[in-house]
């Protein structure tokens, strides 16, 4: 199983940068890497996803090492918004695990 | 365009009862996923349906639960005679081709708002 390891908690405060990092040693070749974050009370939403080149979109950008074990999903500018749950996952089992949960400080 | 619609929203069942919770996906998605969320914990894989075809059930428990998704109407999700630890929230997803490595593994999954399970 490609199982992901993430830390349980990080904090940062408005504006910083974040990096959140999630070790996925086990994952395979054909096995895309997604992020997705969980707000309070709400259904997980989609926040990026890549294979192997480092990706952007207007939420975070995906930083993927490159032997692929690793990946580190940044928040350029942290807003209060932003303080979820956020969970890395590997498409070969669907095992969200308990994500790191991200806390804003004005 | 609305998004993933599950209902309803909280369920109260006492022991024993049934449970049927229902999700819509999302309009031209032909793939739904089940996931259930203990309090404090994290998202668990419960069925991957592709329209009337189980693909994956590894995640469901083998007794009390079963999952279907129709040609037409919501998937469903069903839960006999229910007991206090099946109490947690029940998210539905869907996407557009199959979300394993096994197909497509780059779409995205979206999610619905969850159905709050309570059993007294």
């Known amino acids: 199983d490609a199982k992901t390891t993430q830390p349980n908690s990080m904090e940062s405060n408005e504006e910083e940068p974040v990096h959140l990092p999630c070790n996925h040693s086990t994952i395979s070749g054909t096995d895309y890497i997604h992020w997705y974050r969980q707000l309070p009370s709400q259904g997980p939403e989609y926040v990026i996803h890549g294979l192997t080149s480092n990706v952007n979109n207007r939420m975070a950008s995906l930083a993927i090492a490159e032997d692929r074990k690793s990946s580190t999903l940044i928040l350029h500018r942290a807003t209060l918004r932003d303080a979820a749950v956020y969970y890395c996952?590997?498409?070969?089992?669907?095992?969200f695990g308990k994500g790191t949960m991200l806390l804003v400080s004005p | 365009n609305a998004g993933v619609m599950q209902n309803p929203r909280h369920l109260v069942r006492r022991r024993g009862q049934e449970a049927r919770l229902r999700c819509s996906p999302m309009k031209g998605h032909s793939h739904v996923y089940w996931y259930r969320q203990l309090p404090e914990e994290g998202l668990k894989f419960m069925v991957y349906?592709?329209?009337?075809?189980?693909?994956?059930e590894s995640g469901m428990p083998k007794e009390r639960f079963s999952a279907e998704f129709p040609k037409e109407g919501p998937s469903i999700l069903r839960i006999q005679q229910v007991v206090r630890g099946d109490s947690a929230a029940y998210f539905c997803?869907?996407?557009?081709?199959?979300?394993?490595?096994?197909?497509?593994?780059?779409?995205?999954?979206?999610f619905g708002p969850g159905t709050r399970l309570t059993v007294l």
């Open positions: 349906l592709q329209k009337e075809n189980i693909i994956d």
């Open positions: 997803a869907s996407s557009r081709q199959s979300g394993t490595s096994g197909g497509a593994g780059y779409n995205e999954q979206f």
């Open positions: 996952i590997t498409y070969s089992t669907l095992t």
